[in-house]
């Protein structure tokens, strides 16, 4: 995970707006007139005080834009779990992305900042990492003593495969995380599930994820979870349901088949 340098400017980025806000004016302050009228026994100092008293424009409006695009940032982070349901301001871009995959018209950075409200909305306090566009660890969330780590993967086409889940089951165990999540606006492999299993690690598609949306959007509880009387699919990651043969050999007998059938007609024995 990429770390920061400790400069000023990082540390008033990591600030939300509602404190870069009143800091800008409380800088202004400061530098106009507080430093100024300030007793010094240095004539150093005092001229220093006094040439400083120039910047308070020019710092406080900087501190002032970061607060506005945190802000900015802020409100869109808002809006995408209502645009994502279907409940968004924006008729016209509903409708659009009602066309097609909204999980697959927003940008990768989107896709990341969703998966975080969504958890936000889960009561989890999210922190965002700079991975960058497929870099490592995306997210970490802690809730009630539990550590998370999320990686987020938007990929367009293929599954995600063993490959890329291995590597966080890695890095999870070097991070010394309770558990780990891939975050997907598709599919899996079957070999993905295969390695997940009986680990802590949640493999999550895009149509749980929908359905994450949804509850939240609504306020309904959410399990991402498969309950012990569940099950799901290891070839697309949707639920397993019992279904009862029809005919042929094992006529009458009970099996489990997946949801999404005939999309994916992946059975297991029941």
Same mark, same amino acid.
């Given at each position: 995970m990429a770390k920061r340098n400790g400069s000023i400017l990082d540390l008033l980025f990591t600030l939300p707006w509602w404190v870069n806000g009143p800091?800008?004016?409380i800088v202004y302050e400061l530098l106009k007139d507080g430093l100024p009228r300030s007793y010094f026994e240095s004539p150093i100092s005092a001229s220093l005080a006094n040439a400083l008293s120039t910047f308070a424009a020019p710092i406080a409006s900087l501190i002032a834009f970061i607060a506005l695009i945190d802000l900015i940032k802020s409100l869109h982070k808002k809006s995408l779990i209502p645009r994502m349901s279907g409940k968004g301001a924006f008729g016209f871009l509903n409708a659009f992305e009602s066309q097609t995959d909204p999980l697959k018209s927003i940008t990768w950075r989107e896709f990341e900042m969703l998966v975080g409200e969504v958890y936000k909305s889960l009561g989890y306090k999210v922190f965002e990492t700079k991975g960058g566009a497929d870099g490592g660890i995306d997210l970490i969330l802690k809730r009630n003593g539990e550590k998370a780590i999320v990686q987020c993967k938007q990929w367009r086409t293929q599954k995600i495969g063993v490959k890329t889940v291995?590597?966080?089951? @890695? &890095?999870? &165990?070097?991070? +010394?995380?309770? !558990?780990?999540? &891939?975050?997907c606006s598709g599919t899996y492999t079957g070999e993905a599930y295969v390695f997940a299993k009986g680990k802590p690690l949640e493999l999550i598609g895009g149509t749980q994820l929908k359905g994450m949306i949804d509850s939240v959007s609504t306020n309904r509880p959410i399990d991402t979870q498969p309950k012990l009387n569940e099950k799901s699919c290891v070839s697309c990651g949707n639920k397993m349901l019992v279904r009862?043969? #029809?005919? @042929?050999? +094992?006529? @009458? +007998? #009970?099996?489990? @088949?997946?949801?999404?059938?005939? !999309?994916? !007609? #992946?059975?297991?024995?029941?």
């Open positions: 800091l800008s004016l291995r590597e966080l089951y @890695g &890095v999870m &165990v070097a991070e +010394n995380a309770d !558990r780990a999540i &891939v975050m009862t043969a #029809k005919k @042929g050999p +094992n006529a @009458g +007998n #009970k099996f489990w @088949g997946c949801s999404a059938f005939p !999309r994916c !007609r #992946k059975t297991q024995e029941y």
